[in-house]
Structure formats: structure tokens, C-alpha cells
């Protein structure tokens, strides 16, 4: 049987600006997203039947319908059906590191892995940008999850703009297990608090929301400048998220605190929060420190780094 390993790394956001609602429910976002060495491993491998199938070694990720990598294989199997009789159905097995419901986008690089593991193994060949819009359709993520690296997007999250490879980047990232943030509450919530304030002129938007081409913490990522992308970081989200979520806050300031910490925010709709540090030695440190601060079990630590890639392929087998 064919198989192929990837891996699909998690991402935070340097930038995330909400400016206006939309029709269909969504927001209209203006984001810079980042991706990082923290990553699940994903292996797809052909079936003799027509079946979809997903295990997981995490007890929290279902393995069914809602699992948006199960998605990603059916909407494969629906949109090519004649691939799907060819090659047969899919075991897909994912090997999670990515915390789960973090803001991290987990489910969404877990289903662009899918989408670039079955063009391969049914031999499809298509590009990047179809591969992406077929993303869009899961979900706001999935396309900058197949892109990967430092890209601007819009739009919902699915419009992309590449921006040039950063140096790497050292992050600490700290989520409390127990801790989950809707996505949808948040956007909601933002809605309910601050919604007076949108944009309704559709000219205007379009103008914000291009805006961000030529904001500050843009010009810091073309000048490689690492503190003035530290100052300039951004999340609207942090003023809904931020007051219901206490522990949130707390892990803020605990970051703020330490020596070596460039800047510190949640990542998307959280709960997780990252910091910026200059080097790994200190991004260790800051792991220690943090650890000794809160020594609850509850609370995950990682270091990692920026990386310039998305989806990619370790191994292949068959
Ligand atoms: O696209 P995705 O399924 O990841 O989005 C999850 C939820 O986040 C949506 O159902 C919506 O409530 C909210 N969202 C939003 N505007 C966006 C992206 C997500 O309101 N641009």
C-alpha cells in the first residue's frame, strides 16, 4: 500500500485586525500569520476500499466527521471520484504535538496535510493555488497552512499575500490543557462589544484592509527588524479573550516579565499565548522560569521557532 508522512506545522499570529462583519458570518480580517516548528505529523495511506479513515494518538481529537481532517479526505473523494475508484479510500493517521482548540491552528494544518497527501497519493498534480482553494472551503486557515511561512492575509483569512522569510524567530508558547477558546465565541463576542465601531463602506474596507501592506509591523518584517515586529504585535482578540479568561492575562504578564521576552500575545482566538525572545539559550530560560512560576501540570510549555515552510513531505513509501 502507498503512503505518504508529512509534516504540518502549527501558526501563530504576529497581526490579527478585525475590521468589518460580513454576510455570510465571517469577518473581515487584515492578519499576519506565521508558521512554526511545532507540528503534527500526518501519514495518509491508501486503502483497498473506498473508506476514509482517521486515528489519533490524542484522546481529545475525534476521529470522525467533525475532525476537519476527515473532511479534508471527503471533500478529495467527492471532488475526485474517479481518483477515489482508482486509488482506493484513505487511512489517515495523525500523530499530534499541536495543542488542541489553542489558536494555533491545529485542525486546520492536520487537514492541509490531508489535501497535500491524497494529491499525491492519487496522483493528481494539482498546484499550490488549487490546493489552497480547496482549503479555503474547509476552512479560514487551511490555505496558509498548504502556503506556509510569513504571509499577509485577508480577506476571511483566505486571501494570501507572501512576505519574505524572516530570520528565525525563538517563541516560547504556554497553554493551560484545560483550557479551551471558541473561535466563533470570540469572533461573536468581539461582535456584540465593539461591532458599532465596523466599517460599512465597502471602499473603506477594501482601503484597511490593504492597509496592512504598509504597516509598521510589515515594514519590520521586510527590514528582518525583530524589534520592530515585537512592538508592533497585534491581536484584536485579546480584548474579548483577555477579560473572560483570567489565566490568559496571567501568562501575559508572567511573559512580560522576563528578561529576553521581546513581546508577548495570544496567538488567533487563543488561549495560547507566545512570546518573542532573542535566543534559544533565553527561550529556554524563559521555558525554566515560567515552569517555576506556575509548577501546575496543567500548564503546557514549549520552545520553538519561526520556520518558512508549510506542508512537506518526510517519506513516501509503495
Ligand atoms: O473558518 P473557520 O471554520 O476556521 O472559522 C471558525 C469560526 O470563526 C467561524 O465559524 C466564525 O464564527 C469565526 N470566524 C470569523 N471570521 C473569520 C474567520 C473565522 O468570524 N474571518
Redesign the pocket.
Known amino acids: 500500500m502507498r503512503s505518504y508522512t508529512l509534516i504540518a506545522p502549527a501558526k501563530i499570529n504576529l497581526y490579527l485586525e478585525i475590521i468589518s462583519d460580513r454576510t455570510d ?3 473581515e ?1 487584515a492578519m499576519i500569520l506565521q508558521s512554526i516548528g511545532l507540528a503534527d505529523e500526518i501519514n495518509v495511506q491508501s486503502l483497498s476500499n473506498q473508506m476514509i479513515r482517521v486515528n489519533c494518538n490524542h484522546p481529545q481529537v475525534p476521529t470522525d466527521q467533525s475532525n476537519l481532517a476527515y473532511r479534508a479526505a471527503e471533500l478529495m473523494a467527492t471532488q475526485f471520484p474517479q481518483a477515489l475508484a482508482e486509488y482506493g479510500g484513505v487511512e489517515i493517521t495523525i500523530n499530534k504535538h499541536i495543542p488542541v482548540a489553542a489558536g494555533l491552528a491545529g485542525g ?1 494544518t492536520n487537514a492541509a496535510a490531508v489535501l497535500v497527501g491524497i494529491d499525491l497519493l492519487w496522483n493528481l498534480g494539482l498546484t499550490k493555488s488549487e490546493l489552497e482553494e480547496l482549503g479555503a472551503t474547509l ?3 487551511v490555505p496558509f497552512c498548504v502556503a506556509g511561512g510569513t504571509v499577509i492575509a485577508t480577506g ?2 483566505e486571501q494570501l499575500s507572501p512576505l519574505p522569510n524572516l530570520d528565525t524567530i525563538y517563541i516560547v508558547l504556554a497553554k493551560y490543557r484545560s483550557l479551551e477558546v471558541s ?2 465565541w470570540a ?2 463576542t468581539y461582535r456584540q462589544e465593539f461591532g458599532s465601531s465596523y466599517l460599512r463602506d465597502t471602499e473603506n474596507l477594501a482601503a484597511r484592509a490593504a492597509a496592512v501592506h504598509s504597516a509598521p509591523i510589515v515594514k519590520g518584517i521586510l527590514n528582518k527588524d525583530i524589534g520592530e515586529i515585537a512592538q508592533k504585535l497585534h491581536n484584536d482578540l485579546e480584548r474579548v479573550v483577555l477579560p473572560a479568561y483570567p489565566q490568559v492575562s496571567q501568562l501575559r504578564e508572567l511573559f512580560s516579565a522576563q528578561q529576553g521576552v521581546l513581546a508577548t500575545m495570544m496567538s488567533g482566538s487563543g488561549p495560547t499565548v507566545f512570546a518573542l525572545v532573542e535566543s534559544e539559550e533565553q527561550a529556554q530560560a524563559v521555558k525554566l522560569q515560567i515552569r517555576a512560576a506556575v509548577p501546575d501540570e496543567d500548564l503546557e510549555l514549549f520552545v520553538t521557532q519561526t520556520v518558512i515552510h508549510g506542508i512537506q513531505v518526510t517519506s513516501s513509501m509503495g
Open positions: 458570518g465571517y469577518h480580517l486546520s476552512g479560514s486557515d476571511r483569512g473561535t466563533a469572533y461573536k
